[in-house]
């Protein structure tokens, strides 16, 4: 029988071969990064694969098969990863030494089931003036099978990601939507085909 994290591992190689789409998000993003950056929800590396050329990037999964995985990937000396919980308070205490200017937390908030904590223990390893670059999936309606699949408990609109931002007393630099093309994708393989897992051949595309 294929274990639990057997299945996260799989999942996440499947996302490996949307290079375009994984280029085309960080490129997106990469005004807002610095050079001494935490990933949440880090999983095997796909994002961290554009990250090399910084000073610093740490890489935080809640997964003990991810750390290993990603750390077999990047042998470099500015990569490293653990396994933790964001919001866990206890874990995300001996983070704060590396002194992150940049946390990239993509497709993870959903996840969190106090994502009030998450946040606010990002923040309170940030240094000052650093950025928290969020990436969530959006609208409600879309919500579906894959949703349930892969664990999220949530989707969101700008205003309830404002909402929560707000109570955290944190400065919303720019908000907006991606990848519109995506909903229809997601309304169709959520509602329609009521899949459970994404499509293999759908992510190639």
Known sequence: ????????????????????????????????????????????????EYLLDRELVVGIDSHSECEKYLCRRFKKSNIFAFTMDIANTKDITRLSEFKFDTILCFNVLEHIEDELIGLQNMKEILVSNGSIILIVPAFNFLYGGIDKA?????????????KITNLLDMKIQTLNFMNFFGIFGWFFNNKILNRKAESLPQIKF
């Not at 299945?7 to 050079?35: C, T």
């Not at 892969?150 to 404002?162: I, N, P």
């Open 1 to 48: 029988m294929e274990h639990k994290e057997d299945i996260i591992i799989s999942d996440l190689e499947v996302m490996m071969h949307a290079r375009n789409y994984r280029q085309w998000i960080v490129n997106k993003v990469k005004p807002f990064i610095g050079n001494r950056i935490l990933e949440i929800g880090s999983g095997i590396g796909n994002n961290i």
């Open 150 to 162: 892969v664990g999220h408990k949530r989707r969101y609109t700008k205003k309830s990601l404002l």
